[in-house]
């Protein structure tokens, strides 16, 4: 069996260091592999927050030359946005009607963004896992990459996947996806505080390193990093406890294909100045090119269309023998 893999990205703020580094650099290289790679915008998950449409419109397109400015090729993989692809609300419905409470009430990562306000959280934060199954499950997925805070999802989209297989299909309809790993992840830490992932969804900008970034701001947030009183750590001994040095260390051994050790071994017993100086010139000759790319394609949103609509005519095709299949299975009228 053809491996298939799918990823998605939310069109939600602008994509960052961390996106770039722990994920859109390994589907470059899953392209490559000879696998059948599917890369969604999953606009509609965006909706579990308020969004104005004119930006999430924007935030659309953007996300999606973001994968292509990164390295994927539209010839070899499949960009689309998951709204043009109504079989995804469709699956997610049935999904919902046959997924226990029990099942999403496990879910961590609604207990974390709704906090003390899950009563005036939508349903749709509290159902966006079998949305997520739905978007897995549509497409016959074998593989799914995952980070630490997808494991649960992927887990859920499993148990729904085997029960609906066993108890309605009565057969092997669905594909059980495997996680994918891609090797240890670059865990991308925030630059105010080394303890928290890099979000693109945080309050200050002055946190992340933004894809669209250019030279100066790009030299200025690594300036304004924050770092301990030390000197580079240079050993793992050293730099124990030292997170936002830790942090540093590992943005630049990712960017520059190396390892965290060799890292320490260059900078080590150094000033932070010398560490954030060379970050801030890896950073920008690795980012420039891409943010370059990106701008091209937003200048020219006719061609990007034309992309997306290329991979959302392939998305429904490949989604409509799995929806079929489930609405004869369920009895629904066709």
């Known amino acids: ?155 859920l989209t499993r148990d729904i996947a085997i029960s609906f297989n066993q108890h309605h299909a009565k057969r092997e309809f669905f594909t059980i996806p495997e996680p994918f790993i891609t090797g240890e992840a670059t865990r991308v830490m925030s630059l105010r505080d080394g303890t928290q992932k890099m979000s693109k969804s945080a309050e200050s900008d002055m946190t992340r390193i933004n894809l669209t970034d250019d030279a100066d701001m790009i030299a200025q947030k690594f300036k304004k990093a924050k770092t301990d009183a030390g000197m580079v750590p240079a050993n793992a001994a050293e730099a124990q406890g030292r997170a936002e040095a830790l942090n540093l260390i590992g943005i630049y051994a990712a960017l520059s294909d190396t390892s965290k050790d060799a890292v320490m071994n260059e900078f080590g017993g150094k000033q932070f100045s010398d560490l954030k100086t060379a970050l801030s010139d890896l950073a920008v000759a690795k980012l420039s090119p891409i943010t370059s790319r990106m701008n091209e394609l937003m200048d020219d949103t006719a061609e990007l269309d034309k992309i997306l609509k290329v991979g959302n005519d392939r998305a429904n095709e490949l989604a409509e023998p799995t929806l079929n299949g489930v609405m004869e299975i369920m009895g629904f009228w066709s």
């Open 1 to 155: 069996m053809t491996k298939r893999i799918l990823s998605c990205m939310q069109p939600t703020n602008k994509l960052q260091l961390g996106n770039y580094l722990g994920a859109l650099v390994n589907y470059v290289k899953l392209q490559e592999e000879g696998a059948e790679c599917l890369y969604g915008v999953v606009d509609l998950h965006a909706i579990t927050v308020p969004q104005d449409p004119q930006i999430l419109r924007q935030s659309t397109r953007e996300t999606a030359a973001a994968y292509i400015a990164a390295g994927i090729d539209p010839k070899k993989s499949f960009i689309f946005t998951q709204s043009a692809v109504p079989a995804h609300a469709q699956l997610a419905w049935v999904l919902n009607c046959l997924t226990p409470m029990g099942w999403l009430n496990r879910m961590t990562q609604f207990k974390e963004k709704a906090g003390k306000k899950k009563d005036q959280a939508s349903l749709g934060l509290y159902s966006y896992p079998v949305l997520m199954a739905a978007d897995i499950l549509l497409y016959q997925a074998t593989h799914v990459p995952v980070g630490d805070d997808q494991k649960q999802h992927l887990e």
